[in-house]
């Protein structure tokens, strides 16, 4: 065929195909991710010559030698002490009481938490988890079976690393040498897209099934309970506040606006006396356990990247892809397919690292907006998380409730196809990814 005849016109041997079976068959004997892609580069390294072996430690730290992933640790830790002092829950108290005027009011004050939980954390695992806890016992109580309600939080948690600040946005903008601000500020918009069609396909389920009982309030019962609401809680909205502020405002780099929203919610839990001395170890420990998953596969996938390039790979991808079609439209749709598929077996930071090298030249070759890319990358990524049968949150939200995989997977098929719709959207309409930036990435 012409595109397996374009492929293999950059001359790919087994210093190609070795590292990438290895890969494989690592991923399936269900070794970590991080030796997985360390095994691969290494190899891939060393057969092609691309590296000197006695270089190759040199080339991990330097991978991860840079000031904006220093970013990644402080927004995990401020999300660790958020949930420990007590003060995620406050987002949910004023989630609920924003939503409680309408049925099914608490479905989606838990897509609401979803979204405020990301603006901190930046991680959809994290959110699946802290959220999954507080809200999946209430939901099923509230009359939603707890297969709909597990894939409900794991759908909510997508927005994890769509809603800016995200781990995900930090990553992309060092690999391919892009602002993390610019696009934290490209996302605002597909990011409220998503959370919003998640609200939509919650509340049209809830209007077929009936799910959620009880009567509406009216409007003054409402704006009290919101106003009872906001009084006692209010204090819990500082740190994304800080964030979003510092950031866009141009006041704070990324890595300054997670080191504030550290301080100043260490400083919350200590003056609401719901954090003490005694919580910091195991704090950290919690922490430093999930940035220890994160940054080896970052210092490994670098160089992996790097091998790829040397050996024409992304080259190479765009020869077949364009052999195949010269539609953008088919193209793009062919990308699409393809980070789906991959956030459905893999966590998102392989996955941008490896692919965005790959599929950044396709984009350039089809006359795509760079940022717009970016944005529909991670976004199509998140999606992934929520792809049955193999999504990562379905795994994360049924290790928490110990619900059937197969069960959640079948009721998280509405939101992925709302989801998608909101990724064409992104795909195919500029707009919505670089309408808030200056004109110069327009």
Known sequence: MLWQQQLNAVE????FYLPVAIFVIMC?????VWAAIGSAAIAM?????????????ESLFDGIDAFALTAIPLFILTGDVLVRTGLSRKFLDVAEALTCWTKGGFGSATVLVCGMFSAISGSDAAGAAAVGRMTIDRLVESGYPRPYACALVAAGACTGILIPPSIAYIILGLVLGISASTLFLAAIIPGLAILLSILITNIIVNRIHSYEGGEPMSFGEWAANLGQTLKHGWYAFLV??????????GRLTPTEAGATAVVVTIILGFVLRTLTLADFPSMLVSSAKVNGVILPIIAFSLPLAQALAILG???????????????PAILI?????ILIAAGCVMETTPNIVILAPILKPLADDIGMNEIQFCIMMVTTLGVGFITPPLGLNLFVVSGITGESILKIA??????VFFMLIVVLFIAFVPAISTTLLPEIYQ
């Not at 399936?28 to 970590?32: D, E, T, Y």
């Not at 994304?240 to 405002?249: A, D, E, L, T």
């Not at 790979?313 to 539609?327: H, I, K, R, W």
């Not at 079948?410 to 939101?415: G, K, M, S, T």
């Open 313 to 327: 790979v992304p080259q190479g991808f765009v020869a077949a892809a364009t052999s195949v079609s010269e539609n």
């Open 28 to 32: 399936v004997l269900a070794i970590p």
């Open 410 to 415: 079948a009721r998280a098929v509405p939101f």
């Open 333 to 337: 749709l062919m990308m699409i397919v």
């Open 240 to 249: 994304p506040g800080i964030i979003f502020y510092g950031i866009f405002s």
């Open 12 to 15: 790919l041997g087994w210093d």
């Open 45 to 57: 390294l060393v057969l092609s010559g691309a590296l000197p072996l006695s270089l190759v430690g």
